[in-house]
């Protein structure tokens, strides 16, 4: 959330390249932890997540524990695709909003107590 008063608030929705938040996928085994973003207004990118973990297409992406910000546990999308460079530390992947941002017309603010 950018501005908030008692009857108004601005927010950025997710697909805005400025956006990033910790982000985890849901698997069997170990979560896949990693930051999604925000990719040139259209996408959302799952970035950082480390390459000993089981990423593959399909899979919830929901919203990482930020104490405070974020509760856990939000869905977020799904996996698209996934890429695993050789050479790279981390993997990342495209992920699929679960909502259709342009048939968005309202939102629901969650705000701590």
Known sequence: MLFRSERTAVLRLLFHPATSLPAEVLNDEIPSK???SGKTFTALEFTDV???TPLVAGQD???ASQPGILP???LIGQVMTVK???H???QQARVEAAFDPDRLYAVS?????
């Open 34 to 36: 990693g930051l999604l």
């Open 50 to 52: 480390p390459r000993d």
């Open 61 to 63: 992406v929901i919203t």
């Open 72 to 74: 856990p546990g939000l």
């Open 84 to 86: 695993d460079e050789a």
């Open 88 to 90: 790279e530390p981390f």
């Open 109 to 113: 603010l969650l705000i701590p107590r």
